[in-house]
């Protein structure tokens, strides 16, 4: 079956796994339902085989499981692939959205920007139209004041008129497109440099913000939210950790406590933990810049006023670039604000994906759970075995990395986010964090830490073994993949854009072999390995 009669197919599937659970009351996105369709297929529990074509039978299946799973209210895992699926759908790096934020202003400035580079102005009031566009189009450029406020407009039109007088139209029309929209952004700059400078000096800033002293409180009160948010978080975690030890050692525990719905409610924190602290890092980020940028504007200023001083009349050569250094610094500013706003608002709508803690696991019972048990921190467990190390003539043929071995010891990327992975695999899913100190083994271009030298030795002794394991534990819980970073092991999640050219040589192959026999055949379900590119497509297509 051709890749698109495919899509189809699967489009058809998650769209009526979508009708079926708004028909109960429950609207769910179709990337959400996508990731659930992966979810399932993925979980060998469920037996669909991955080299099989989908009978009716199977579609059948599959729509009632990813209905069942996501209709069920009371599942820490539906909640965690919710979390997940929210946060990349709204989280992207600083880079990207910084870059993505000025496309999206470019775009909104192209119908004014026509408007003024199409214009063939003639007679006066034509001019004079074209004129006031200008200054509704540096207005709108500059971000600084509505085009439709009187004092803020008049402002920008002296300004403007102290570098590009009306009389300038004239040759402002000779100009190609492109040379117009340069000279129309750098018009725009030096306008709001000028306007900056005036603000600076009392005379003018009609509209304009305090921007560094917004993101000066701004800052601190989102990093002490998020702070609050972390330190809940985590000891949330730890209290689930301690009761699943608790749990191990007692096994008659099991039937007071579900164990597998307290690993999951664990993963469910542990994931909200890992995005604030992604979160939080972009904001001390932003702090950092901050600072750096209310340095410069203070050096600029002082720059401008050390120029102009006591002088009628300054070249243009030594006021023009410190106007637009001005203005570059005040769009970086405009910038950090953004990023802030957007990542406060994540923070925000993360909170409600941890909301079936309190209804399977009440705080009087947990209290009761943690009676006789000792709760540590995850520093506090690193510290425990802080003197243990590796031996390095215990292992002839494995790599073992300390802090005095190899530069940028802390900043290795650490398999399954830090986590120990003989820890994860011999217990069915606890999550305790490694410790570097101990070593750090490297096998097969990975790095591994563990919580304890013993768990070190067992998983270095049969490493393969072990991240079996773990693979096998992400199909039957799929928010662990991203949880712990499994993507390379289940290549089929890795975002689409990551896999098109591995993609195209898997499908390619497949049509192939499908094609020949299947070209005069109604369409009907592709292997359910198939259902991996085209979801992971449609999942790729929603952001």
Not at 306 to 323: L, Y
Request: charged share 25%; net charge negative.
């Amino acid at each position: 079956m051709p890749l698109t009669q495919a899509e189809s197919v699967i489009k058809n599937i998650i769209r009526e796994i979508g009708q079926e659970c708004a028909a109960h009351g429950e609207i769910v996105s179709e990337t959400l339902v996508a990731f659930m369709v992966k979810a399932v297929v993925l979980d060998p529990g469920n037996g669909f085989n991955m080299d099989r074509t989908l009978m009716k039978s199977d579609v059948q299946k599959l729509v009632k499981f990813c209905v069942a799973r996501l209709l069920d209210s009371k599942n820490p895992s539906l909640d965690t692939i919710k979390m997940q699926v929210y946060f990349d759908m709204n989280y992207t790096s600083r880079e990207e959205f910084l870059e993505e934020h000025h496309r999206v202003l470019e775009s909104r400035l192209s119908s004014v920007s026509r408007e003024i580079t199409d214009n063939r102005a003639c007679v006066r009031e034509e001019l004079e139209s074209l004129y006031r566009k200008i200054v509704s189009y540096v207005l709108l450029r500059s971000g600084l004041g509505s085009p439709t406020d009187i004092k803020t407009v008049r402002e920008a039109t002296a300004a403007l008129q102290s570098v590009f007088p009306q009389a300038e139209l004239g040759t402002f029309l000779t100009l190609g497109k492109k040379d117009k929209e340069c000279q129309l952004k750098e018009l725009t700059m030096i306008v709001t440099g000028i306007r900056l400078f005036n603000r600076d000096c009392g005379k003018g800033g009609e509209g304009i913000d305090d921007l560094p002293a917004i993101l000066h409180e701004a800052i601190p009160a989102t990093t002490q939210h998020i702070d609050s948010q972390l330190q809940i978080a985590q000891d949330q975690a730890y209290r689930y950790t301690a009761i699943l030890e608790k749990v191990m050692k007692n096994p008659l525990m099991n039937k007071e406590l579900q164990p597998y719905m307290l690993k999951e409610a664990l993963y469910n924190v542990r994931q909200y933990e890992i995005f604030l602290q992604i979160i939080l890092s972009d904001i001390i980020t932003c702090a950092q810049e901050v600072e750096m940028m209310r340095r410069q504007l203070g050096a600029q200023l002082e720059l401008l006023k050390m120029t102009v001083k006591s002088k009628t009349a300054v070249p243009t050569s030594q006021v023009f670039p410190i106007f637009i250094a001005l203005a570059s610094l005040w769009t970086s500013f405009q910038d950090e604000t953004v990023l802030i706003s957007v990542l406060s608002n994540l923070t925000t709508h993360l909170e409600p994906f941890l909301g079936t803690h309190e209804l399977l696991f009440p705080e009087k019972m947990i209290q009761g759970f943690l009676d006789d048990v000792t709760v540590k921190t995850d520093v506090c467990r690193i510290k425990e075995h802080i003197e243990e190390r590796v031996h390095l003539v215990d292992f002839r043929k494995l790599e073992w990395l300390f802090p005095e071995t190899i530069a940028n010891f802390d900043k290795l990327l650490i398999q399954y986010r830090g986590f120990c992975g003989y820890t994860f695999a011999t217990t069915d899913g606890l999550l305790l964090p490694g410790n570097p100190t101990i070593g750090i083994l490297k096998y097969k271009d990975n790095y591994y830490t563990f919580n304890t030298r013993d768990a070190a030795y067992s998983f270095a002794e049969n490493p393969e073994h072990y991240i079996n394991l773990i693979k096998e534990k992400a199909k039957k819980n799929a928010e662990l993949i991203q949880l712990l970073e499994l993507h390379q092991q289940f290549e089929t999640l890795v975002p689409y854009s990551q896999r098109q050219k591995m993609q195209k040589a898997g499908v390619r192959c497949w049509m192939e072999t499908h094609n020949s026999r299947q070209q005069h055949q109604q369409p009907h379900p592709p292997p359910a390995s198939l259902l991996y590119t085209v979801v992971n497509k449609e999942v790729e297509q929603q952001f």
